[in-house]
């Protein structure tokens, strides 16, 4: 037979309680903060896949956001090449005109006014800014990228921003093969980190043993070689001088000047071959907007999906939550009633 | 007839011994550390008249206290552990607390910040007010770590005065152990009852088993011994080895700080005994400081350092954001008035990984000027975005622990094992709390006092005396009978 002591059992009382009280201010802790985390001990792994969801949505925030500035600038440089392709359009039209014998001087002159406008035009697009940036200068944004003259001042820098993870878009065409020609081999999805890159904040000895991983792997970007941004190809070298636009409105200008028809003539190629080059450019424009757009929707998703995973995580199923609760309340509740008979009762209440 | 008058006596003696023995156990009901008490009584010697043996009543042999030694070992031990447990627990739900980033932003939430910071930047490198918020949010990081740091370091100081406080309290209890030992040898050697002043040894003991795991003996010249395992002996008879505590300068401290407290025998001071104590308050105290706190320290230097190195590895390849005139041969100044033109580094880290949390900070530069934080990989280009694209990128960088992790997912690591560990305390202390309850109903039961039995002795005892004195009022009428034959 047992032996029970008055300490006995108020010990295993007090045992029984503290227990009790302690589960049920664990569920109103949670039951107040709706979390069923409250501390990384309550469940190490969850914390930290939830630390680590909450970096990814910040990330996806700010993707989105580069998105959207890279849209606005991809936006303004669809438009800017397109109102050049206008312009060339009007100038082709006029040149075609002016290549017959039809027209007198006089008439020449005067609608070599007119070209010497629609090229003032094409300076100031070519000269076009958004914000305090100007759109053609590369990395130059702050210079005027062009002089009254048509020279270029910018350089050929290739802006590119990370739209979604490890996703480069080019946002910005440098006036140089814009305006000029492009006789740099552009790659639709440039590697932003050939000449600086986050390896190069590596350990001399790991760097290396990256490089050559990436060697054995083949998959070195950088090493690449650029697809040709026009699906047409055109040769360059032929026309490269000559294709600038301001020089060939420049030409038209004074070839209608000097009553020279011939030479207006020999200028049409020239236009159809810029205005071909500018299109191609603009589709191109177009399909990086597009691929924007797409990874904008993948990030929104992303976001949604990472969010929802969070709260599965993180938060309380309420109503298991509250049938907790009242659980542990009836539990406690037992506890206080049985505790009732065993405090109160004494061998000396009945030897009176 | 005087026999009887005696035997009635010895019962009203034995009677009211054992009612005052039922007594002292009812009042003593609640007495901390308190036996319960059982007189011993046995027959008297019988003698013999005339060839018949004859009993001559009872007779009390003494009051012993109810006790099982082997209870009272196995429960030092549960206290022991739990208290270790207890204690590791509290500490460590402190540290816990630091890299809680649940409901508020932490290290993590703010190294995020850091990276979209550069990344926003890198579409607008030539806007000013990203540059400031880059500056900011490079700020909220430094300050982030070294927050983690000095609460880290704040918690090992803590510690330290707690085991002051230890090592002062358990001297004061040694010698009050010494004192009773002294006690309790005069008492027995002249025979008397010792069983108040051995519960009061028993619960000094248990006392002492809360800092540190005790072993107890007796000696063969039966000085009861106490000795703390894996450190020697505390207190043998009537004496008792002092311990002392006092701060250690940095290259002495065991907890990789300078001042922090260490243990050792007031007569030895140069012989430290800090890390030798097993279980209970002083171990635990010791290992969270020396070993978990110790490591997490070392962790947030690392990722300081590498942190702060990285960014300016790629910081300083590049130039600064103001306009530099080319000279006539191209070649770019070195730099004007508010600074060099490159090769400035964003942040300021320490030489060595030691504490380089706590003493990261924005480069000068950085801090005077935000046109010195560095976006362009070429000179004059306020477009280039080539530098703070890299940085951003550094986020994805596996750069740390050898180039297999990424500063975010060792930074997690850290968080994660803090809250295995903590957890792990959680479950231990749960656990030797319900072994140390066990340990200490079992001794309730067999040494505590229970009111229903000793209300039921206190009627026996009660009767016991009521029919003694009939057997002495019994003697008294015989004698009357005796005396009135002569009338």
Known sequence: MTRVSENSSTHALKYALSKGKEKMENLQLKGSTLKSITRPSDNPISNVEALTLESRIKDNEQYIKNGDYAELHLNSTEQAIEQVVEILNKAKEIAIAQSSDFYDGNIRENVSNEVKQLRNQALSIANKRVGNKYLFGGYKTLTKPFTKDGEFQGDMGKITLEVSKDFFVPINLNGHEVFFTSDDSTDTQPDPFKEVGPKDALPPELREQREQRELEEGNKPSSQSGRDLASVPIDQSEYKSRSNVFSLLDGLTSSLENNDPNFTQSLLEKFDESINRLVTMRTKVGSIMNSVESSKVGNEDAKIDAATRKSALVDADVTELFSDITRQQNILKTTYKSSQGLMNQRLLDFLR | MVDILGIGNSGLIAAKKSLETTGHNITNVNTEGYSR????????????????????????????????????????????????????????????????????????????????????LSSQPDNETMRSVVRDTAGLVVKDFHRIRDSLDSISRGIDQKIGGEISDINAISKNVTKLNIRIANLEAGGDETGDLRDQRDLAVKELSKSFEVHTYQDNKKNFIISAKGVGTIVAGGQFQEL????????????????????????????????????????????????????????????????????????????????????????????????????????????????????????????????????????????????????????????????TSTLEEEFLKTVGNVGVEVGKAKLDAEQMEGIRVQAETVKERISGVSLDEETANMVRFQHAYDAAAKVMATANEMFQTVLNIKR
């Open chain 2, 244 to 403: 002392a505590a006092s701060g250690a300068s940095l290259t002495a401290s065991s907890s990789g700080m300078d001042g922090s407290v260490e243990v050792f025998f007031k007569e030895r001071p140069s012989h430290k005994i800090t890390p030798k104590f097993k279980s209970g308050r002083l171990a635990s105290l010791i290992t969270v400081r020396n070993s978990d706190i110790q490591q997490l320290q070392d962790r947030i230097d690392s990722l300081a350092f590498d942190f702060g190195n990285s960014v300016n590895a790629i910081h300083s390849r590049g130039f600064v954001s103001r306009n530099f005139p080319a000279g006539p041969n191209g070649e770019i100044p070195t730099g004007d008035r508010k600074g060099p033109s490159s090769g400035v580094n964003f942040f300021k880290v320490s030489l060595g990984r030691e504490g380089a949390s706590s003493k990261l900070e924005l480069s000068d530069e950085v801090k005077s000027d935000i046109s010195n934080i560095v976006t362009a990989l070429s000179p004059n280009s306020p477009g280039d975005n080539r530098i703070s694209l890299a940085i951003s990128k550094l986020q994805h960088e596996k750069f740390m622990a050898g180039g």
């Open chain 2, 37 to 120: 008490q059982r007189v011993h009584q046995t027959t008297s010697n019988p003698i013999g008249t005339s060839g018949i043996i004859q009993g001559t009543g009872v007779r009390v042999r003494g009051v012993d206290r109810t006790h099982d030694p082997f209870v009272e070992k196995s429960l030092q031990k549960a206290i022991s552990k739990e208290s270790y447990s207890q204690f590791r627990h509290e500490e460590l739900s402190q540290i816990e607390n630091i890299f809680n980033e649940i409901d508020n932003g932490g290290l993590n939430n703010v190294m995020n910040k850091f990276y979209n910071a550069f990344r926003e």
